[in-house]
């Protein structure tokens, strides 16, 4: 992180979810990501309730104290929820009661409000799935993708064996196929090209800035890892890291790019 705890617990944020593009089983994990980059002060969940598809979230409601906002669709195909949710976002901006907004939705209708908060010097905080346009996510100050909120399971390695070879139920064995992660080291040579100072080394904070910067959906739990020094550590091949204790007992990593 490479704002200050303080700053961060001083920012009074508005979470505004569109309750029909939105998940009520990762509510739980939606709050806590958001608290990270500030107090949440306004909890508001639109949709029309009158219908079956918004059944899922009304025990949710109650237990983390979520207030539901009624929005009626009154014409086949239009997505009235959209309108509200806008609606009160621009009151709110004005209101001073809230210095930032999480939009928990995939929708690229969201990408002009975006925009027009952060215009305003407010800090957006995005949440939805990997299926969201980009304009949407490149709106945001940070996005995060529910995918990357879901627990994954761990699967055991199956024993490769070779042809021919058979196990004791004299059936062959065969290798599960893993997913494939996507490759971080282009973004993450050009964020070090940006934070990298006179003496060849990025102090690993200012990377991170700079990694949401080039792209607000950056997480490094999408390539496999908790965080981003784990991250880091995990290309060793290209990164040399050097870890900088202070008289506090504190650590500052700095980051390096191999020759």
């Not at 996005?143 to 196990?167: C, D, H, M």
Request: proline share 3%; glycine share 8%.
């Amino acid at each position: 992180m490479f704002e200050s705890s303080r700053q961060i617990g001083n920012r009074r944020m508005a979470i505004l979810i569109d309750g029909d593009n939105a998940q009520p089983s990762l509510i739980e994990k939606i709050l806590s990501e958001s608290s990270k980059y500030g107090t949440t002060t306004v909890r508001r969940n639109y949709g029309d309730w009158t219908t079956s598809n918004m059944g899922g979230w009304k025990d949710t409601l109650q237990t983390y104290a979520i207030q539901p906002i009624q929005q009626f669709r009154y014409t086949i195909g239009k997505n009235a929820t959209d309108s509200a949710m806008i609606i009160d976002a621009m009151d709110l901006l004005y209101s001073g009661t809230v210095d930032a907004f999480c939009l928990v939705s995939s929708d690229s209708d969201y990408t002009r409000l975006a925009t027009r908060i952060r215009e305003k010097g407010f800090f957006v905080m995005g949440i939805g799935q990997k299926k969201t346009p980009r304009a949407f996510v490149n709106a945001c100050d940070v996005f995060v993708y529910t995918e990357n909120l879901i627990p994954k399971k761990v699967e055991k390695k199956r024993i490769t064996r070779k042809k021919g070879a058979s196990t004791a139920k004299g059936q062959e064995q065969e290798q599960e196929p893993e997913q494939q992660l996507p490759d971080p080291t282009k973004l993450l040579k050009q964020a070090f090209d940006n934070a990298v100072q006179e003496d060849g080394w990025a102090f690993l904070g200012t990377l991170g800035h700079h990694l949401r910067q080039l792209d607000p959906g950056f997480d490094a739990r999408t390539y496999g890892f908790s965080q981003l020094s784990s991250l880091i550590r995990g290309y060793s091949k290209l990164f040399e890291i050097r870890e900088v204790k202070s008289e506090d007992g504190n650590s500052s990593i700095y980051v390096k790019v191999k020759e």
